[in-house]
């Protein structure tokens, strides 16, 4: 027994409660019950109780000033409520309490009465006034987008945005009940600190109880705040949701959404259809009427080139005429002239002169006129009206 003592693990108090911590988080729940006993710690932490309405059961709460502040809740004596969290041991004292993540209103009544005060109130500071509402830019191609990839929204957003070059960026957040507060808060806080042009937040319809986070102050006002327009794309059935009403545009289902964000590119491409049409109407008429022209202007033309033809062949007829009656009388001068000529030279042909009695000498083929032009010794030509004389010349005298 002493063997068995010695062996055992001896812990500190403050690693045994951290032990028990551990295994406790494996009883993780949700409780309903009454509210008593508040109170409020210097650093904003409420401590409280919550009571079973039955045999009066009681357990010690805790939730802290973060917590407390994102529900917006307001805890009083009396108050149902649902918590949800884990129990744990505080080690200072020692004392059990549940530490509760979440606290949210217990019945529909008390839903009910508490989105009629939070709706009255917001309205009276002005949130919802229509005169704040902001119009979606033209042309806007930054988005960004706060939903459950587990929904069926997100399906019928994508198919109906269309092909206009959205650069869509997406947090996947939970959307039901008032566990939802904390992720679409932080959420929202991530896309303020982003370069887009609009918001989208989206989920299906449902009830009063799992649309708490969409009813949340805090979340209401954030949506207020944005720097960017926000589209609210929720469906509800009787209770509009509060963020729907702070919402820039609130819509019930996300293929409506796509149609806010989508409508000025489709203005503008059936703009540019229309300019097209009317481009291409006025350039048919401008081509039809400058063929027109084109066609009247060529009629004149070769009427005009017919014309010129005509006077052309008019003028050759009487230019030819003309020509030949010249061409005749040249003609006629000319033969006379040649007959002239031709008695001219007949006359003063040497081979008439030789039927006289005169005769021409030649040497080395070159009519003699001198005694210069041969040499004795060299042989010469003479040639008279029937024949040559070929002689030698002996003798020269002057």
């Not at 062996?7 to 028990?20: M, P």
């Not at 954030?222 to 059935?237: K, T």
């Not at 081979?351 to 001198?370: A, D, F, H, P, W």
């Not at 040639?383 to 002057?398: A, E, F, Y």
Request: with cysteine; hydrophobic share 40%; net charge positive.
């Amino acid at each position: 027994m002493e063997e068995k003592q010695k062996d055992e693990k001896i812990i500190s108090v403050s690693n045994y409660i951290k032990i028990l911590n551990q295994g406790l988080r494996e009883f993780t729940g949700k409780i309903i019950g009454e509210v008593s006993e508040v109170k409020f710690g210097p650093s904003g932490h409420v401590y409280f109780s919550l009571k079973d309405e039955g045999d009066k059961s009681v357990i010690s709460c805790i939730i802290w000033r973060y917590k407390y502040q994102l529900y917006g809740i307001e805890l009083r004596e009396g108050l149902k409520i649902i918590a949800s969290g884990h129990p744990e041991i505080y080690a200072p004292t020692g004392r059990i309490s549940f530490l509760a993540e979440v606290i949210e209103h217990a019945g529909e009544g008390e839903l009910k009465k508490e989105y009629e005060r939070l709706k009255k109130k917001l309205s009276e500071e002005g949130l919802f006034a229509e005169e704040k509402k902001r119009k979606i830019p033209a042309y806007i191609q930054r988005i960004g987008m706060i939903t459950s990839l587990n929904g069926a929204v997100i399906a019928d957003f994508s198919n109906n945005l269309g092909k206009f070059g959205f650069k869509v960026k997406m947090i996947d957040s939970r959307v039901e009940g008032q566990t939802a507060a904390a992720e679409i808060l932080s959420s929202i806080r991530t896309f303020k600190k982003q370069n887009i042009e609009a918001l989208v937040i989206m989920r299906g319809g449902g009830s009063l109880e799992s649309m708490l986070a969409f009813n949340n102050e805090l979340l209401v006002r954030e949506v207020a705040n944005f720097p960017v327009p926000v589209i609210v794309a929720i469906g509800h059935h009787k209770d509009v949701p509060l963020m729907a009403l702070v919402a820039d545009i609130a819509v019930s289902t996300p293929s409506i959404a796509t149609t806010m964000l989508t409508e000025s590119w489709k203005q503008a491409s059936l703009l540019l259809e229309r300019h097209e049409r009317n481009i291409i109407s006025k350039y048919s008429d401008f081509i039809f009427e400058k063929y027109k022209k084109i066609e009247n202007g060529l009629k004149i033309s070769l009427g005009n080139f017919k014309n010129a033809l005509l006077n052309v062949r008019i003028g050759l007829g009487s230019s030819l005429d003309k020509s030949l009656a010249g061409f005749s009388s040249l003609l006629l001068r000319t033969s006379q002239q040649l007959t002239q000529a031709e008695k001219i030279i007949g006359l003063n042909d040497p081979e008439r002169q030789l039927m006289l009695g005169y005769s021409i000498t030649r040497c080395n083929n070159k009519i003699v006129r001198s005694i210069k032009n041969v040499k004795i010794g060299e042989g010469i030509d003479v040639q008279v009206s029937d024949g040559k004389i070929n002689s030698q010349i002996i003798n020269i005298t002057k």
